[in-house]
Antibody, heavy 122, light 107 residues
Framework: QVQLVESGGGVVQPGRSLRLSCAASGFTFSNSAMYWVRQAPGKGLEWVAVIAYDGRNQFYADSVKGRFTISRDNSKNTLYLQMSSLRPDDTAVYFC???????????????WGQGTLVTVSS | EIVLTQSAATLSVSPGERVTLSCRASQSVSSNLAWYQQKPGQAPSLLIHGASTRATGIPDRFSGSGSGTEFSLTISSLQSEDFAVYYCQQYLKWPLTFGGGTKVEIK
């Protein structure tokens, strides 16, 4: 079955950088768009970024545009989120999620990882 | 940006009862709406997509309906494992957006 395992979270000071990873298995990673979604403590869900199956196209939420970069390595079945200029309001659990569409995305989130917590604090 | 409003923040329901959750969109999303369930300490999981299509493995006590701007998720007979937070999400336009969530708690 689909398995998504995030890693790389932790405590980081404001203005610093952090890279999250998401290791995927159980589906054809190279055929699927992938997403990052975050959830601030006690709050709702916020879509962060999406990357096409081949990595050629990415879209970002306005709240992270210019600071976060989504990427993927299809040879390693791994998704990344490079986060820079981190702010306290970036504090959240970050989930990766896959798209069930083959090459053509559906734009809803089929399976989710368990998430990794990022805390931005001095 | 399309804003999704889940008017009830919390619903208190007894096991075995029927409950209907609502989600209203600020503009039409056609049928491009999904529902997710999130239990405490867990990741969300997909329940419904296309407004009314159950995801794989979802029991038929869950049903979705609506189109355009008004949507609902109905749980026909609440089981103990259904007490959770439910989110709607639209995927017609960027940015992808979620409703604020409705918590279904035990009455």
């Amino acid at each position: 079955q689909v398995q998504l395992v995030e890693s790389g979270g932790g405590v980081v000071q404001p203005g610093r950088s952090l890279r999250l990873s998401c290791a995927a298995s159980g589906f054809t990673f190279s055929n699927s768009a992938m997403y990052w979604v975050r959830q601030a403590p006690g709050k709702g869900l916020e879509w962060v970024a999406v990357i096409a199956y081949d990595g050629r196209n990415q879209f970002y939420a306005d709240s992270v545009k210019g600071r976060f970069t989504i990427s993927r390595d299809n040879s390693k079945n791994t998704l990344y989120l490079q986060m820079s200029s981190l702010r306290p309001d970036d504090t959240a659990v970050y989930f990766c999620a896959n798209d069930r569409g083959v090459v053509t995305p559906t734009y809803y989130f089929d399976s989710w990882g368990q998430g990794t917590l990022v805390t931005v604090s001095s | 940006e399309i804003v999704l409003t889940q008017s009830a923040a919390t619903l208190s329901v007894s096991p075995g009862e029927r409950v209907t959750l609502s989600c209203r969109a600020s503009q039409s999303v056609s049928s491009n709406l999904a529902w997710y369930q999130q239990k405490p300490g867990q990741a969300p999981s997909l329940l419904i997509h296309g407004a009314s299509t159950r995801a794989t493995g979802i029991p038929d006590r869950f049903s979705g309906s609506g189109s355009g701007t008004e949507f609902s998720l109905t749980i026909s007979s609440l089981q103990s494992e259904d007490f959770a937070v439910y989110y709607c999400q639209q995927y017609l336009k960027w940015p992808l957006t979620f409703g604020g969530g409705t918590k279904v708690e035990i009455k």
